[in-house]
């Protein structure tokens, strides 16, 4: 047996064997409407760092709050997929201005720190 781990604990989503392979059963337009339905009415924290022409301030950021300071093309992207699935979202620029490497002792930095550490549930940036 193939299981998934979902919202809701363990599902059977198909077997697998020597003879046959791998025979997914899972209904993925069901997956699809339980994870709309995970994210609705939720509000996510993303992590960004600005980097014209994807994440960009506003001329007039100091006028304004929270998402409103921001625009580029990860704004709209993250905009347009919120609209569709229902979601509200924080934007947060990563406090140590990088994107992410690995230290000697195998710690991350920058986004991927924020990812691993849940602090953020995304990273919006170029290579999104």
Not at 92 to 102: A, I, L, N, Q, T
Request: with cysteine; hydrophobic share 35%.
């Amino acid at each position: 047996k193939v299981l998934e781990l979902t919202h809701e604990g363990l599902r059977e989503s198909g077997e697998w064997s020597y003879q046959n392979g791998l025979n997914m059963t899972t209904n993925y337009t069901r997956a699809a409407e339980e994870i709309m339905q995970s994210l609705k009415n939720k509000t996510l924290i993303v992590t960004t760092l600005i980097n014209a022409p994807y994440t960009m301030l506003m001329a007039n950021h100091e006028e304004l709050e929270g998402n409103d300071k921001y625009e580029g093309y990860c704004i709209d992207l993250l905009k347009e997929i919120a609209k569709i699935l229902n979601f509200n979202f924080k934007i947060r620029e990563v406090s140590d201005k990088k994107y992410g490497e690995k230290n000697e002792q195998g710690e991350w930095n920058g986004m991927i720190k924020e990812l691993i550490d849940g602090v953020s549930f995304n990273a919006e940036t170029r290579s999104s």
